[in-house]
């Protein structure tokens, strides 16, 4: 486990390329949206592997503090739970997503939550893969609704802040298991 470690430390050295190109945050009526792009230099399979492995989301988001991939359901849709952490000012709360997967390889991954048994009314997520010069473009869309209360002034700017001070490492993480998955 440590040479792991010290391997992906070294990696998330070695890989510096990750670039985050965009991000909008907005918020209407308590449903806010995401949309996001970034671009990695590592290869569409290897971006698009990490994406698709709930297993691999805590080591490199600080946010979730739990992931994993859930068998198939009798839809035979694979499925994903995820517990986040998350703080806007002095408000700090846990929130457990439980949903399933859509993807076609290479190209696009959705992922919906089971409202009954997640901590939010309504969350859909996608990623879309291409190929962009030496590397991999993802433009990343969220829509979500929690059941829990953000302050609506300033739910959007602390979401986009956090997102800007924080994604860059996780971004570079991504990309360095990414870059790991492909030697």
């Excluded at 989301?57 to 517990?83: C, H, K, L, M, W």
Aim: with cysteine.
């Amino acid at each position: 486990m440590r040479r792991v470690c010290l391997g992906l430390l070294l990696l998330s050295l070695a890989a510096g390329g990750a670039e985050m190109r965009s991000l909008e945050v907005d918020r209407v009526s308590g449903r806010y949206t995401l949309q996001s792009e970034v671009w990695f230099a590592a290869g569409v399979e290897a971006v698009y592997a990490v994406f698709l492995d709930y297993d691999l989301s805590t080591q490199f988001s600080g946010a979730i503090v739990e992931s994993r991939n859930i068998t198939a359901g009798e839809d035979g849709r694979p499925g994903f739970y995820v517990r986040n952490r998350g703080c806007v000012l002095f408000f700090c709360k846990s929130f457990e997503r439980y949903g399933h997967i859509e993807h076609e390889p290479y190209t696009v991954i959705r992922a919906s939550i089971d409202p009954e048994t997640s901590d939010f009314y309504l969350s859909n997520e996608s990623w879309r893969f291409r190929r962009d010069g030496k590397g991999t473009a993802v433009t990343y869309n969220l829509e979500f609704e929690p059941k829990f209360w953000v302050p609506p002034v300033i739910g959007p700017y602390v979401i986009k802040k956090k997102m800007r001070e924080r994604g860059g490492g996780a971004v570079d993480r991504i990309e360095a298991i990414a870059q790991g998955l492909q030697q």
